[in-house]
């Protein structure tokens, strides 16, 4: 029974249907068919493949982590709050019926994407002490990494979360192809703004809170596994720019690019987790 709810819950949490929704965008022909102004209707058949190779993935991945790690992943993905995630399901189930008849635009930017949003922000308030209950995994005896603070902060500004948002960003489409400095210093730029407010907060309501530990003081590799995924993202997303290749290879490329992005969306997640076991730390 905990198998079906957590594929379910795979399969119709509002945090998938986004991934998948950002995954098509820049393949939109493939997944999506224009039935008029600012109308597009979801193609079954490509959703459904999509949802397959993605449940797979994450089914192989949990399979092989039970194997090796002293975790039982399928907890992370069973509901917590049956009532709550079903809200949730159904929304997602809506929006899908809906594309799958024919999205307009502005009905999609207006009710239905705030309406994801606000079922993902409702999960992780409703699961926060139970995200929060996953540090034995995060913790595992490996070993502390001695890194410099200055190179923390180089590996930080490849947070998969800030490279994302600045790689799709309009104003980055903008500039130049090569201008990849842009993006990493307004990565550092607005995680040292969000230090500051964690630092406000943890000085009037719990204990200090150093700007080294903030930025990976006694960490070990699982805290820099989001970083790794983001430079490799960041280095796919430049190389299909700037790099002279012939069409078929450059589509190769680009194509490589999306699933690592796939793959950093997983990391986000992992992101998440390392920062709030940090600050919950601070209380």
Same mark, same amino acid.
């Given at each position: 029974?905990?198998?079906?709810?957590?594929?379910? #819950?795979?399969?119709?949490?509002?945090?998938?249907?986004?991934?998948?929704?950002?995954?098509?965008?820049?393949?939109?022909?493939?997944?999506?068919?224009?039935?008029?102004?600012?109308?597009?209707?979801?193609?079954?058949?490509? +959703?459904? *493949?999509?949802?397959?190779? +993605?449940?797979?993935?994450?089914?192989?991945?949990?399979?092989?982590?039970?194997?090796?790690?002293?975790?039982?992943? =399928?907890?992370?993905?069973?509901?917590?709050?049956?009532?709550?995630?079903?809200?949730?399901?159904?929304?997602?189930? &809506?929006?899908?019926? %809906?594309?799958?008849?024919? @999205?307009?635009?502005?009905?999609?930017?207006?009710?239905?994407?705030?309406?994801?949003?606000?079922?993902? *922000?409702?999960? %992780?308030?409703?699961?926060?002490?139970?995200?929060?209950?996953?540090?034995?995994?995060?913790?595992?005896?490996?070993?502390?990494?001695?890194?410099? *603070? =200055?190179?923390?902060?180089?590996?930080?500004?490849?947070?998969?979360?800030?490279?994302?948002?600045?790689?799709?960003?309009?104003?980055?489409?903008?500039?130049?192809?090569?201008?990849?400095?842009?993006?990493?210093?307004?990565?550092?730029?607005?995680?040292?703004?969000?230090?500051?407010?964690? =630092?406000?907060? %943890?000085?009037?309501?719990? #204990?200090? *809170?150093?700007?080294?530990? &903030?930025?990976?003081?006694?960490?070990?590799?699982?805290? +820099? @596994?989001? @970083?790794?995924?983001?430079?490799?993202?960041?280095?796919?997303?430049?190389?299909?720019?700037?790099?002279?290749?012939?069409?078929?290879?450059?589509?190769?490329?680009? %194509?490589?690019?999306?699933?690592?992005?796939?793959? #950093?969306?997983?990391?986000?997640?992992?992101?998440?987790?390392?920062?709030?076991?940090?600050?919950?730390?601070?209380?």
């Amino acid at each position: 029974m905990n198998i079906l709810l957590a594929i379910t #819950n795979i399969l119709f949490n509002p945090f998938s249907f986004l991934i998948f929704i950002t995954f098509s965008f820049k393949k939109d022909s493939h997944f999506f068919t224009k039935e008029g102004t600012n109308v597009t209707r979801l193609k079954l058949v490509p +959703y459904l *493949l999509f949802y397959s190779i +993605y449940l797979t993935a994450i089914l192989g991945l949990t399979y092989l982590c039970n194997l090796y790690v002293d975790f039982n992943f =399928w907890e992370a993905f069973v509901p917590k709050n049956l009532f709550v995630s079903s809200i949730t399901w159904l929304i997602t189930a &809506f929006t899908l019926r %809906t594309y799958l008849k024919g @999205m307009e635009g502005n009905i999609m930017g207006f009710i239905f994407f705030p309406l994801l949003v606000l079922s993902i *922000l409702t999960l %992780t308030v409703f699961n926060f002490f139970d995200i929060l209950s996953y540090p034995k995994f995060l913790t595992s005896n490996l070993p502390i990494l001695k890194i410099d *603070l =200055w190179l923390r902060l180089l590996i930080h500004s490849f947070c998969p979360f800030y490279i994302i948002i600045f790689l799709n960003s309009k104003e980055h489409e903008k500039r130049e192809k090569d201008d990849f400095i842009t993006p990493l210093l307004s990565s550092l730029i607005l995680q040292l703004m969000f230090f500051s407010i964690n =630092w406000i907060v %943890t000085y009037l309501f719990g #204990n200090s *809170l150093s700007f080294s530990l &903030f930025f990976g003081e006694g960490q070990t590799i699982v805290y +820099y @596994m989001p @970083m790794i995924g983001g430079f490799l993202l960041f280095v796919l997303f430049f190389l299909s720019k700037i790099v002279p290749v012939e069409k078929s290879k450059r589509y190769k490329l680009e %194509t490589i690019s999306y699933y690592v992005t796939f793959i #950093n969306f997983g990391l986000i997640i992992l992101e998440l987790i390392n920062y709030l076991n940090l600050i919950s730390a601070a209380f």
